[in-house]
C-alpha cells in the first residue's frame, strides 16, 4: 500500500511540548490522520494538520452520541527505534465497537497503514524518558447535521497522537477502589463491550463520588443483580486466589475486551499460571480474603498497564489486599509487558511492530 497523501504544518508545536512536565492527554502532535465516509464508502484517507474543524451545531454526535474510539501506544526503545504495540488488535476492536453502533466498518490494513505513515512522520514527538510513550487516539464520529434519532450515512475517522507520561503521576501504588452499590457501567445487549464514549459519560458521576470519599476508581458489579464483579473504571479486573488467577469473561457483552487484558492472560499462561475466565462475586472476594486465599487484586489497560490494587470497600466493609503492597505477579507482569514495549527483554509473541525511518 503506497504511502498517503501529506500536508505538513507551516511551523511544528513540538518546541511548545515540555517534556520535563509531561501529563496524559494534555500535549498533541503537529498532524492527524483522516479518512472520511459517504455513498457507501470510505475514501480519502490522507494526513493533515492537526488543527480545528469545522463542525455543525447539528451534527448527529453531539446530539445522538454515534462515535467510538480507541488507544494504543508507540514506545521509543533505547537505540532510539520506535515501535507500536499490538495496533492490529486495536483497530479490529475498534471495527468491533463500530458494528454496535451502526458505523460502518474500516479496513483494517488501510488504517494500520495510515497510523504507521502518521507514527513515522511524528516520530520526533515520541518521548524517550522510560514510562513516557505517545499515545495514539483513532476515533469516528457521525458527521450529518440532523436533529432525528437515525443512523449517520456519512462518517469521519481521525487519528490523533500525544506524547504522554505515566497515567497515574505517582507511579505504579496499589489504588483504592469503591464498589458501585447504585449505579450499573452497562447491562446485557447494551454497549459495555463497546469504546464509546457513552459508557464513559455514565461513569463520571459515580467516579466524581468514589473520589469524594478518597477513592481512586469505581469497580463496577453486574447490572442484572449487583453481584458479580465486571471491570473497573477504566480497566480489566483480576484477582489471584490460591496462586491461581481470575478475571470476568467476555461472554455477556458488558466488559471492555482489553488488549492489554489478552497479553495478561497470554503471558501468565505461557508461564503455566492457571488462569480462569469465569464469574467472581463481590461477596466470593471478600469470603477468599476473610480465608487468606486473595493473594493479589490488580487492574489492567492501555494507559496504566498493570495497576495493583491495595483496598477495596464494599458494603460498609473494606479489605486491604497484600498490606497495600505490589504483588509479585503484579509486579512481574508490569515488568515483563513493558520490558518487551521498551525492547528491554524479547517479544516471543510478536506483540510489537516497529514503524519506519
Not at 514527538?125 to 469516528?140: A, N
Not at 458494603?315 to 505490589?326: A, G, L, R, V, Y
Amino acid at each position: 500500500m503506497g504511502a498517503f497523501p501529506v500536508t505538513r504544518v507551516a511551523e511544528s508545536r513540538k518546541a511548545g511540548i515540555d517534556y520535563g512536565n509531561l501529563r496524559f492527554g494534555v500535549y498533541f502532535t503537529d498532524h492527524m490522520f483522516v479518512m472520511d465516509y459517504s455513498n457507501g464508502a470510505w475514501h480519502s484517507p490522507r494526513i493533515m494538520p492537526n488543527e480545528p474543524m469545522a463542525i455543525s451545531p447539528a451534527n448527529m454526535t453531539f446530539h445522538y452520541g454515534q462515535a467510538v474510539f480507541e488507544g494504543l501506544k508507540a514506545f521509543r526503545r533505547a537505540e532510539g527505534r520506535v515501535v507500536l504495540f499490538r495496533p492490529d488488535h486495536h483497530v479490529s476492536r475498534l471495527n468491533r465497537s463500530s458494528r454496535a453502533l451502526c458505523i460502518p466498518e474500516v479496513d483494517e490494513e488501510t488504517v494500520l497503514a495510515g497510523l504507521r505513515q502518521l507514527v513515522t512522520l511524528e516520530q520526533d514527538f515520541v518521548p524517550s524518558e522510560r514510562g513516557h510513550s505517545l499515545y495514539i487516539r483513532p476515533f469516528i464520529i457521525a458527521m450529518d447535521n440532523l436533529l432525528g434519532v437515525q443512523s449517520s450515512q456519512s462518517f469521519r475517522l481521525i487519528v490523533l497522537l500525544s506524547p504522554v507520561a505515566a497515567y497515574y503521576p505517582e507511579g505504579m501504588k496499589p489504588v483504592r477502589l469503591h464498589v458501585a452499590m447504585h449505579h450499573s457501567r452497562a447491562a446485557k445487549g447494551g454497549l459495555g463491550m463497546a469504546k464509546t464514549p457513552a459508557n464513559y459519560a455514565a461513569s463520571l458521576l459515580p467516579a466524581k463520588r468514589a473520589k469524594e470519599k478518597g477513592y481512586t476508581q469505581v469497580l463496577w458489579l453486574d447490572a442484572t443483580e449487583h453481584k458479580y464483579i465486571e471491570e473497573v473504571g477504566t480497566m480489566n479486573i483480576f484477582f489471584k486466589i490460591n496462586g491461581e488467577l481470575y478475571t470476568p469473561p467476555l461472554d455477556g457483552d458488558t466488559i471492555l475486551s482489553g488488549i492489554t487484558r489478552m497479553s495478561v492472560i497470554e503471558l501468565c499462561r505461557s508461564w503455566g499460571t492457571p488462569v480462569h475466565e469465569q464469574r467472581v462475586s463481590i461477596q466470593r472476594l471478600f469470603e477468599a480474603h476473610h480465608g487468606g486465599e486473595l493473594e493479589e487484586v490488580f487492574g489492567t489497560g492501555t494507559a496504566a498497564v498493570i495497576s495493583p490494587v491495595g483496598e477495596i470497600h464494599y458494603n460498609n466493609e473494606t479489605i486491604s489486599i497484600n498490606n497495600m503492597k505490589i504483588g509479585p505477579t503484579a509486579q512481574r507482569l508490569y515488568d515483563t509487558i513493558t520490558g518487551i514495549q521498551y525492547g528491554d527483554l524479547p517479544d516471543p509473541f510478536d506483540w510489537t511492530l516497529p514503524i519506519e525511518g
